[in-house]
């Protein structure tokens, strides 16, 4: 009985770990988690689990890098998220308007209060979601997620 409940156990975990579909509740946690990772400035999972924006995770691993030698040398610690709001579009696209703050390692507040980004993401059946690209957003427009990032649908 003892060998059953583990193996349950094992299997359930198993099922946690693995991308369970494109839904828009996933891409949404995805993001928060990129987030958590942006934080700790980890450039090997950044690379690794979230970007795809390159040919290879080496390459995405050296331009997260460069950037962080950049904003770290301005004095940038972490960022926080005041809100994700993530729409899927078609099978395994989404897009995402986020809000958050930059802060510097005295805590002050980096640059503008309040800033906006826009993500583009893919799923893949493998890996789960992954960034395309991240584009401005202008933060004293209503938050909402731009549609005209997706690709265009070929005939």
């Not at 494109?22 to 090997?44: M, R, S």
């Not at 897009?95 to 309040?114: C, H, K, N």
Request: proline letters at 4%.
């Amino acid at each position: 009985m003892r060998h059953l409940i583990f193996v349950f156990a094992g299997v359930f975990l198993a099922a946690c770990a693995t991308p369970s579909g494109p839904t828009k509740q996933g891409a949404e946690e995805f993001l928060w988690a990129y987030t958590e990772a942006w934080n700790e400035h980890d450039t090997d999972k950044l690379g690794s689990e979230f970007w795809q924006t390159t040919d290879s995770v080496e390459t995405e691993t050296e331009r997260l890098e460069a950037m962080f030698a950049q904003i770290t040398a301005d004095g940038y610690d972490r960022s926080t998220i005041h809100s994700i709001l993530v729409c899927l579009g078609g099978e395994d696209m989404a897009v995402a308007d986020m809000r958050f703050t930059r802060y510097l390692t005295s805590g002050e507040v980096m640059g503008p209060d309040m800033r906006a980004s826009k993500y583009l993401l893919d799923w893949e059946e493998a890996r789960g979601w992954r960034i395309r690209g991240v584009f401005g957003g202008d933060v004293n427009a209503p938050v909402a997620c731009d549609l005209t990032l997706f690709p265009p649908m070929s005939e």
